[in-house]
C-alpha cells in the first residue's frame, strides 16, 4: 500500500485498539431517561424550545441555535420533558440540560429526505446540515454549517475528510468507515458541493486498511489516502500538511491554505440528514480499557448517561482508577458517570488503578526530546515554564495560541513533566486576557 509521509513531530504511542477493531457497532437501545445539553459544541448554548411537561417527538427541535457560531439540539427520544436545569457534563462545567423522559414508543417527527440529495444546491446543503444541528464530531464540535462557508472571496481548492482516528484505543471512527462508507462517501461529496471545494481526498491511517478498502470500493473519483501511522496525524493541521502539503499560518484557519477538513463521522451526519431527513441524535462510542469487561463500539442515542453505556458493555471488570471521554491523549478524566454522551464523545475509556496512577515529576534535563516531537513546531519546556511562573506575554510570544493541545510533549518527557497542564492554563488566560 502505498503511504504518504506524515507531518513534522508527532509519536507513536501504543495503538491498545485490537479489543474493538473488528467488533460491529451495536445498538444501545435508549434508556429510560436521557439528559440532552443544550451546548455540546464549540460556540454560545442553544436557546431551550421547550419546558418541563411538553411532549416532544424523537428528532423534534429543542434547542435553537443561539447565533452563527450554535448548532440545533434535537430529541434522540419521543416522551415528556422532565426538566430543563443544568447539569454536570464530562467537560466538567455544568451545562444545561433538557431531561426527556422516554416513553419508548420511538415516535418520530415528519422528516424529509431527498434520494439523490447531490442535486441540491449549496445553499440548501448547507441550510439542511444546520438544520439537522451537526457538529465536527472528531472532538472539537465546530458547527459545520459556518466551517462550510468560509469567507467572500476564499477559494476552496481541497475538502479533506479525516479518518485518521489516530487516538489511541479509539475505534469508533474505524468501525464506521468500514460499515458506513456509503454514506461517508455520500456526506463527502454533499459537504464538497457546499464549500465550493474541487477536490476531495480523505486521509486514513495505514493502520486501518479495511477501513481503506471499504472507502475506496465506494470512492468513485475520491481519492482515498493511507497516511502513516503517527499520532496526531488526525490534527487539522497535520493533515493538510500530509495530504496537500500546505501550511496555515500561525493563528490561521484551514480555510487560509485553500482547505476545509471534516471527520468522517460529520460526513456520515449529513449524509444521514439531506439523504434521510435525519437530524444528529446519535453518534457511534468506543467503550475499551483494561477496566471494562466488554469492549464495544455502540451507537448511542445522545444524551444517554456515562453509566448506561458502561453497563451495556458489561461494567467494569476491575476497580477503576480512571475513567475518560475521549481518548488517552487529548480526553478529559471524569468525576462522575452521571454525564451525558454529547455529538462529541468518541470514546469513554477506563482503567485500573495501577495504570491511572500520576508519576511524580521530577525536574527537566533539557533534553530536548519535548521540542523534537512538537507537531506546532513550539518549545513546550520554555511554554511550561511561562505557564507556572504565569508569565502570559512570554507564553503568548513564543506561541502558546498554536498549541493544539495533542499532548505529544508531556507523553515523552522522561521527567514526566505536565507540560499541557501549563500550557493549557498559559492558553486560557492569554484568551480570558483578550476578551476582556
Ligand atoms: S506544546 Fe502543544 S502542540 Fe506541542 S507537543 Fe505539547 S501539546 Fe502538542
Ligand atoms: S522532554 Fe521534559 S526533560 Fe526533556 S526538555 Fe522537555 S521538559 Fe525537559
Known sequence: MRRVRAFFGGIHPKEHKES??????????????????????????????VAKGDEVLKGQLIGEADGRISAHVHSP??????????????????????????????????????????????????????????????????????????????????????????????????????????????????????????????????????AIAALREKAGAIEVVALATRYPQGGEKQLIQALTGREVPSKGLPFQAGCVVQNVGTAWAV??????????????????????????????????SFQDVLDAAG???????????????????????DVPVTKCTSGILAFGVDESKTPDSLPCIKC??????????LLPLKLEAYGMNEQWDNAREYGALDCIECGCCTYICPSKRPLLHYIRFAKAEILARETH
Not at 449524509?271 to 483494561?290: F, H, N
Request: aromatic residues 4%.
Open 20 to 49: 474493538t477493531n473488528s467488533a460491529p457497532i451495536q445498538v444501545l437501545p435508549a434508556p429510560a431517561v436521557v439528559a440532552v445539553p443544550l451546548l455540546q459544541h464549540a460556540g454560545k448554548q442553544a436557546k431551550p424550545l
Open 77 to 210: 427520544v419521543s416522551g415528556t420533558v422532565t426538566a430543563v436545569q443544568p447539569r454536570p457534563s464530562a467537560s466538567g462545567r455544568s451545562v444545561m440540560c433538557v431531561v426527556i423522559e422516554n416513553d419508548g414508543q420511538d415516535r418520530w417527527v415528519e422528516r424529509e429526505g431527498h434520494p439523490d440529495p447531490v442535486q441540491l444546491d449549496a445553499a440548501t446543503i448547507v441550510q439542511r446540515i444546520e438544520q439537522a444541528g451537526i457538529v465536527g464530531m472528531g472532538g472539537a464540535g465546530f458547527p459545520t454549517a459556518p466551517k462550510l462557508t468560509p469567507p467572500k472571496g476564499a477559494r476552496i481548492d481541497y475538502l479533506l475528510i479525516n479518518g485518521c482516528e489516530c487516538e489511541p484505543y479509539l475505534t469508533a471512527d474505524h468501525r464506521l468507515m468500514v460499515e458506513y462508507a456509503e454514506e461517508i462517501i455520500l456526506g463527502a461529496k454533499l459537504m464538497a458541493k457546499a464549500c465550493g471545494a474541487r477536490k476531495i481526498i480523505i486521509g486514513v491511517e495505514d493502520n486501518k486498511p479495511d
Open 271 to 304: 449524509a444521514k440528514a439531506l439523504r434521510d431527513g435525519e437530524p444528529l441524535i446519535s453518534r457511534v462510542v468506543t467503550v475499551t480499557g483494561s477496566a471494562i469487561a466488554n469492549p464495544q463500539n455502540f451507537w448511542v442515542p445522545i444524551g444517554t
Open 315 to 337: 461494567g467494569f471488570s476491575q476497580t477503576p482508577g480512571k475513567v475518560v471521554a475521549g481518548g488517552p491523549m487529548m480526553g478529559g478524566a471524569q468525576f462522575s458517570l
Open 368 to 377: 530536548a526530546r519535548c521540542v523534537d516531537v512538537c507537531p506546532a513546531n
